[in-house]
């Protein structure tokens, strides 16, 4: 172990291991607790800091963290902020900018306004406790009313991506919010940093006018041939070697430029990525490029890097408490409260307005940016600079749960996915049917079923097709995703061979964190008979009944029904194994449907014990309830069997289009989060199986009506 100490590359490979590794570990119960992965990175870089590790194990510390790799870790982390400001310019599109109105200017420039005059009022007071003499005063307050106007423009992308708010309205106005937020925060800072490194007025002036005549070289110049580089990108190949080589060069060269001007190397960077055009490609391909190796494996350093420099043991009296405790009320009244009460002022209710000061109230990694620029300025002490991590902790913490207090997630989706439909007769209201498609390969098979269900298209009936996706941790997602285009590959058989049968489905598609919950939620929201899924093979469990199947089974308010296709084309010959359990009712109930909405033949398969125990006396008066006479399509039949799973699949292999079984462990077929044991009736039956589930009753009147309730559908035809 001593020797890996001596040897600088090696114990570079070791920081790497354990800073990455620490960060995904954490960022798991992150996510789990509805966190952005930030808020793990962060606490990652805290925890293998002083705060924790050198206050635990201060020799392991040492070795791992010793004072000669510092500069190392450093430049390494100044590297990736590079790259992570270009990536943050790439995202910041100029329309965000335009074209919104009155509101988000006010709001805009209130959010910035506020906190920055309450950071400055706060350094009146923290100035003579937490500052050096050597620090200029004017220095101090123009960075502490800077430090506190920030807001996390990529974390805020993401929260309102998760959450579906990218399209309302109050996304919007978030989004172009922070985005003006975000060029005012870092020019305000480009400015300020002018002001602490230059030794007298006319050093700052020159420096200012030098900014000046960057940014116009920016986008008189550079800007326009950028946007011929994207059109060639667009009109070619795509972007090579050659090309990323060469945006890479003008990247390192704003960011020299702005550094040698005194305007920071990250104000450089963001200008880089900020004039890039949006349109055309190149701007996607760069993020697509780059962001995996900025995000994954060098910015961990700089979290890494702060962790260290963020000495909690430095917070060692009351007093530094209070201040602590103060810093966060000023951030969170200047952001939050300013921001509310000018989106109120605009027109927006209070749950709206409340929303977005929540949302611009989120700091995050940003904060941590500016904050490490003050500590390597001189400009505020270890001791403030710890107070102000914990600040950008806290407001980001709080966003997501807060959000949902004021937007709770039932809210949210009817908001999201209400579209208005036609007006249905109230007499006659309409069955509908949610199929939730995952990938494409699902679709046509439920289309067909669905049909089935439904009967023709003039029949009062809707089908929507619903399709959730999971959100990447990349930037480029955040921003650029569009629902409509994500969804396509996956609901696109499904939608073209509802098409070909003359069927309406309505697609939904959003952005979900939690598929199962967001399943159950759309269902109520849209009044669904019915919750048609698909099903897939499992990576490691021995169920398919596991996963978001299981959460959907046992949350659901309404049938659940899970299509094992093989290749489901039409619903002409279906057999319905039963026993009596209430799913075994409800797979009568939609066998019922399918007799009269798709003319089918239906073979109900009656199992009772080979020892003689009683048997169909209590099943068919059910079936003849249910099936009344009409025609000879029902066919009754009783069996005597040990296993009903072995009587179901040998009845299966005679040539059925569909096997209808609900759920159960007569059946092999337990909704287990973790099965352990293979269902043979799913892996084994040669045909297509709709696997039913009838939900729970929720009192003691709805449980003696289930026999009824299971098959509360239209009358149907014959027994014989």
Not at 180 to 205: E, K
Not at 569 to 582: W, Y
Not at 588 to 598: D, E, S
Request: charged share 15%; hydrophobic share 50%; glycine share 10%.
């Amino acid at each position: 172990m001593h020797a890996l100490a001596h040897n600088a590359l090696t114990l570079l490979i070791v920081q790497f291991l354990v800073i990455i590794g620490v960060s995904r570990l954490i960022g798991r119960g992150a996510r789990w607790l509805g966190q952005p992965l930030v808020i793990a990175e962060v606490l990652a870089g805290i925890l293998l800091g002083p705060s924790l590790l050198g206050w635990l194990a201060p020799g392991t510390l040492e070795w791992l963290f010793p004072a000669h790799s510092m500069p190392v870790l450093k430049m390494l982390s100044q590297v990736g902020l590079i790259l992570f400001m270009f990536l943050i310019g790439l995202e910041l599109d100029p329309k965000l900018l335009k074209g919104r109105g009155h509101a988000s200017v006010v709001i805009s420039h209130t959010s910035i306004l506020v906190p920055f005059g309450l950071g400055a009022g706060a350094a009146l007071w923290l100035y003579p406790k937490l500052s050096e003499p050597s620090v200029p005063f004017s220095s101090f307050v123009l960075f502490m009313g800077v430090a506190m106007s920030i807001t996390a423009f990529p974390v805020l992308a993401r929260i309102l991506t998760e959450r579906r708010l990218m399209s309302s309205r109050v996304g919007a106005m978030t989004i172009t919010c922070a985005a003006v937020d975000d060029v005012t925060a870092w020019c305000l800072l480009a400015f300020v940093v002018s002001i602490v490194r230059a030794s007298d007025l006319m050093h700052a002036g020159l420096t200012t006018v030098l900014a000046m005549l960057y940014i116009a070289f920016m986008l008189v110049v550079v800007r326009p041939f950028l946007a011929r580089l994207g059109a060639r990108v667009a009109n070619k190949e795509g972007l090579n070697q050659n090309g990323v080589a060469l945006t890479l060069m003008m990247l390192l060269a704003s960011a020299w430029a702005t550094e040698l001007i005194g305007i920071h190397a990250l104000f450089g960077a963001f200008m880089m990525g900020a004039v890039i055009p949006k349109e055309g490609g190149l701007a996607q391909a760069l993020a697509e490029k780059l962001e995996d190796v900025a995000v994954v494996l060098l910015l961990p350093l700089f979290f890494a890097f702060s962790g260290l420099r963020t000495q909690i043991g430095l917070l060692s009296t009351g007093d530094h408490w209070v201040m602590c405790g103060l810093i966060i009320l000023l951030a969170c009244l200047g952001k939050f409260g300013g921001s509310a009460v000018a989106a109120r002022l605009t027109g927006m209710r209070w749950r709206e307005a409340g929303a977005l000061g929540i949302l611009m109230n989120t700091r995050g990694l940003m904060e941590l940016i500016v904050l490490n620029i003050g500590l390597d300025l001189g400009v505020i002490s270890p001791t403030l600079f710890t107070m102000m991590v914990v600040m950008a902790l806290v407001t980001t913490f709080m966003t997501t749960p807060l959000l949902r207090w004021i937007y709770p997630p039932e809210e949210m989706i009817k908001d999201q996915v209400s579209a208005p439909v036609e007006a249905e007769p109230v007499e006659a209201p309409p069955y509908t049917v949610m199929m939730c498609v995952s990938h494409g390969q699902s679709g046509a098979g439920m289309v067909t079923l669905g049909r089935a269900l439904t009967g023709a298209p003039q029949e009062p009936s809707r089908l929507f097709a619903l399709h959730l996706i999971r959100p990447t941790e990349r930037a480029s997602f955040h921003l650029r995703h569009d629902p409509e285009k994500a969804s396509g590959d996956s609901l696109a058989p499904l939608l073209g061979r509802a098409n070909g049968l003359g069927l309406q489905v309505r697609p939904l598609s959003f952005v979900s964190t939690e598929p199962g919950p967001d399943i159950c939620r759309t269902a109520e929201a849209k009044q669904a008979d019915l919750i048609l899924l698909g099903w897939h093979k499992p990576l490691f469990s021995r169920t398919l009944l596991g996963g978001t199947v299981h959460e959907v089974m046992q949350a659901a308010s309404t049938g659940v029904a899970v299509l094992v296709d093989r290749g489901l084309e039409n619903v002409r010959r279906v057999l319905v194994p039963f026993i009596g359990s209430t799913h075994d009712r409800a797979a009568l109930g939609l066998a019922r449907r399918l007799l009269q909405h798709a003319s089918a033949e239906i073979t109900i398969l009656h199992v009772t014990q080979s020892d003689g125990t009683p048997g169909h006396s209590g099943a068919r008066p059910l079936v003849d309830e249910l099936f009344p006479e009409g025609s000879g399509r029902v066919h009754f039949q009783v069996v005597s069997h040990e296993s009903p799973e072995d009587a179901a699949l040998e009845e299966a292999r005679r040539g059925y289009d569909l096997v209808v079984v609900g759920v159960g462990s007569e059946w092999g077929l337990e909704d287990s989060l973790f099965g352990l044991h293979r269902q043979r009736l799913i892996g084994d039956a040669p045909t297509s199986l709709l696997v039913v589930r009838h939900p729970a009753p929720a009192t003691a009147a709805e449980a003696t009506a289930e026999p009824e309730t299971a098959g509360a559908l239209t009358a149907g035809n014959t027994v014989s």
